[in-house]
């Protein structure tokens, strides 16, 4: 029998993972970042993605889009932690699975090459409606919406194109139909 | 158009208006505005500290005895890291705390000027909110803001980092405003179905148990009254946390003593074999709890806390009262009422098959302690304490380690907000400044800081502004010159290894207090105890009390790591029989 070396418990088994997309409300004021992310950090949730920006100016209210990974009980600890913060007005979760709820992200994604591989790299991006930004007789810069999964796989795609740089937003979220959030 | 003030007489205006009679605090470069500006508010008085962490455990022992905020005034760059230590205490342990801390001025924020740090970055993991604040105009307002979240809702710390030119800026005062509650934050969101369900839960349970925590005390002494009033309509049986001893009197018969890792046979089997578990006020912490999956497996689990993000968090509860203590404990006792159940009449026959159980519990005994003639032991110390001052309302406050334990498992307290210790962070050192800011909350009353000689060495300093202030804290050191927890888990858990728990060289307490200006006494053996102990009773001084103890005495019953609620470890005779066992050699 092993001698147990620790003040402390041993892990129990983890539960099952999901992927969540938390919207949260805040205060646009300095430092409330970083309470968000401190929060992540400090209690060992990881972020997949973050977005913010500033969404109502009369306001002042920014809005920050976070995608995590969790246990449902670590999903439900971050929601009421999240609430717990003094700048935070509302949070919302929705499961990635989520059908009620379109989520998108932005990249811009630079091509450099000959036109032919231009031209199969905007091949490879035509499903996702590719906006082009900038061409020069070497390059292209493209913008292009879509999920994230897609743009990972865009990405993959367009490596051997020519895909120097990519830039993406992370995902941001919105519900369908007439209801908001809440 | 209003008069204007400075930013320090706007600090010191909002004071005066939250009622803030006491500060605790150390001055320097970029406070002195406020401290220039103290003379003008003698209603306030400040306290002057030897180390800014003493000033912030001072003021938790006075917001703990008093349930008042404590207000803390440090200085930048090392004042405010200094104090960073019993802000995470205060935050661990749910203490209203507002600290005050001076910035350079703005325009030399983030150049790494004199004294410069970054205060509101590192303390924001250990507040439960700060500011900076950059412009004189919004100070009245954060001010008022910084006591409301600390007072409301769960209680914590918060810190104001005000820049020495804002000081100075003048502007016009505000006075505080009942607001709503901050970005839609309400405390109480239960509703008379969730106390339905909760007496139907207890009407129907045979194997009942109240397991209460801070929280019972951070609701004021009417939630203790109330608990009172509720156990003794049912007749349940009760326990307690570390930091709830208090809510209900240490020596009724329907409490079971303190449970977790030091706590009592009988409360800790309770816990596992009950079928109904109703936390009030607690927060199923890991010293509590034990194995996470063998945790009272049997029963239905309701959980009563004022702290949503407390629920689900470590064990999944089959119904959770978000609400104050008082409030809910209030709703449970009209509706019991209303209904007439007579749960006291009907239930006494229908769970005395478990008090029958529990008898059988307590019959081991499980505090007992072989004693001696030659050696004082320990636990005798404090029982002699205890037995020596429970006719005066005393407030008792500790330091972290063995003599935590036995003064939690000895010492028997009947009131609320008599009992001051460091649970959470587990801070050595904590002690003595939280008896300095007792006494200043209780100024006639004794004031008693049951200590470790380790643990007293971390802030002794302390002890000269308790001389300063006339302040008779008394310090009851337990001297064993081992750092005795660590000791007693290197016997049993790292095959005797004492490494680095030994204090080479102490200090002589006695000539140290006198060095200090207050009264030091020794006892070596039993026989002297008790006439010492009367004699540091008797002096109207800060006194220091070196108790000469066994220095291989352990802190038991003791739920060794790894197991379940109910495999404890019992004293020395029963250690033979269950050896320490469990899987993991996992080092957390």
């Known amino acids: 029998m092993v001698k147990s070396r620790s003040a402390y418990s041993t892990p129990s088994k983890l539960g099952k993972l999901d992927t969540h997309i938390f919207v949260v409300w805040v205060d646009n004021e300095a430092g409330v970042l970083a309470r968000i992310v401190g929060l992540f950090s400090g209690r060992g949730y990881n972020i997949e993605s973050l977005a913010v920006a500033e969404v109502d100016h009369k306001k002042n209210l920014s809005r920050v889009t976070i995608v995590t990974t969790g246990t449902p009980q670590v999903i439900e600890q971050i929601t009421l932690q999240l609430k717990k913060l003094v700048p935070v007005h509302k949070v919302a979760n929705f499961k990635r699975e989520d059908k009620k709820v379109i989520f998108k992200e932005m990249s811009l994604l630079k091509i450099v090459g000959n036109s ?18 900038d061409q020069t007789k070497k390059s292209v810069v493209i913008q292009v919406t879509a999920l994230r999964r897609e743009i990972d796989k865009m990405i993959k795609n367009l490596k051997p194109l020519g895909l120097v740089s990519a830039s993406r937003t992370g995902a941001v979220a919105m519900t369908r139909g007439a209801e908001i959030f809440n | 158009m209003g008069n204007l003030y400075s930013g320090a007489e706007i600090v010191f205006k909002c004071l005066e208006d939250q009622k803030v009679d006491y500060i605790f605090g150390y001055p320097g470069g ?3 505005p406020i401290y220039d500006e103290l003379k003008n508010h003698p209603s306030i008085k400040h306290i002057l500290v030897r180390h800014e962490q003493g000033a912030g455990h001072a003021a938790e022992g006075y917001a703990r005895s008093s349930g008042k905020p404590g207000v803390v005034l440090v200085t930048s760059g090392p004042g405010a890291t200094n104090v960073v230590t019993a802000l995470t205490d205060a935050y661990m342990d749910s203490v209203p705390l507002v600290c005050i801390s001076g910035q350079v001025p703005t325009h030399l924020i983030g150049t790494d000027a004199f004294q410069e740090c970054d205060t509101t970055g590192i303390t924001r993991p250990c507040t439960k909110h700060n500011w900076l604040v950059k412009d004189i105009n919004d100070l009245p307002r954060i001010m008022h803001e910084a006591f409301d979240v600390a007072t409301t809702g769960r209680p914590g710390p918060v810190l104001v980092d005000i820049p020495k030119d804002i000081q100075f800026a003048k502007t016009r005062y505000l006075k505080p405003k009942k607001e709503k509650k901050i970005n839609g934050k309400v405390i109480n969101r239960f509703n008379q179905k969730d106390i339905d369900h909760l007496i139907n839960l207890m009407s129907k349970s045979l194997k009942p148990v109240f397991y209460t925590g801070g929280g019972v005390i951070n609701s004021g002494p009417k939630a203790s009254e109330l608990l009172r009033e509720l156990v003794s309509l049912t007749g349940f049986p009760i326990t307690s946390t570390l930091q709830g001893l208090g809510a209900y009197p240490g020596d009724d018969s329907l409490f079971l003593g303190m449970l977790g890792m030091h706590g009592t046979y009988e409360a800790n089997n309770a816990m596992h074999d009950c079928d109904l578990l109703i936390n009030i006020g607690a927060r199923f912490d890991d010293r509590i709890t034990g194995k996470i999956d063998e945790f009272s497996p049997k029963s239905k689990k309701v959980h009563i806390d004022i702290d ?9 509860v089959d119904l959770s009262i978000v ?7 209030r709703s449970t006792i009209k509706t019991l009422k209303k209904k007439n159940l007579k749960l006291d009449k009907s239930n006494k026959q229908k769970i005395s098959k478990w008090w029958q159980l529990i008898q059988k519990w ?10 001696s003639d030659e050696i004082i032991k320990p636990q005798h110390a404090v029982k002699r304490l205890y037995e020596l001052t429970k006719d005066k309302d005393t407030f008792i406050t500790t330091e972290v380690g063995q003599h935590q334990m036995w003064a939690a498992q000895h010492y028997k307290f009947n009131k609320p907000n008599r009992w001051m210790t460091s649970g959470g962070l587990g801070t050595m050192g904590y002690g003595l400044p939280a008896a300095v800011g007792v006494q200043v909350a209780n100024p006639k009353k004794l004031v008693i800081d049951i200590a470790g000689e380790a643990s007293i060495l971390m802030t002794m300093q302390e002890i000269s502004t308790a001389v300063q202030y006339n302040l008779p804290v008394k310090i009851f050191i337990l001297n064993n010159q081992y750092m005795g927890m660590v000791r007693q888990w290197q016997e049993l858990l790292h095959e005797k290894n004492y490494s680095e728990s030994y204090s080479e060289a102490l200090p002589d307490f006695v000539k140290l207090a006198e060095a200090y ?4 006494i020794r006892a070596k053996s039993p026989d002297e105890l008790d006439k010492k102990i009367k004699e540091m009773i008797d002096i109207d001084k800060p006194v220091i009390f070196d108790c000469l103890v066994d220095q291989d005495e352990n802190c038991f019953p003791m739920i060794p790591s790894g197991k379940p609620h109910n495999q404890m470890l019992l004293g020395p005779k029963d250690q033979e029989e269950n050896k320490i066992k ?3 050699k996992v080092l957390v």
């Open chain 2, 517 to 520: 200006g207050c009264i030091g």
């Open chain 2, 362 to 371: 307590r019959t081991k005994n499980s505090l007992n302690f072989i004693n």
């Open chain 2, 323 to 329: 609400g104050d203590v008082s409030d809910v404990i």
């Open chain 2, 30 to 32: 970029a406070v002195l």
């Open chain 1, 116 to 133: 032919v591989k231009i031209n199969k790299a905007l091949n490879v991006c035509k499903k996702f409606n590719p906006v082009i930004l």
């Open chain 2, 308 to 316: 949503p993000s407390s629920i689900n968090k470590i064990i999944k």
């Open chain 2, 582 to 584: 469990g899987k993991g």
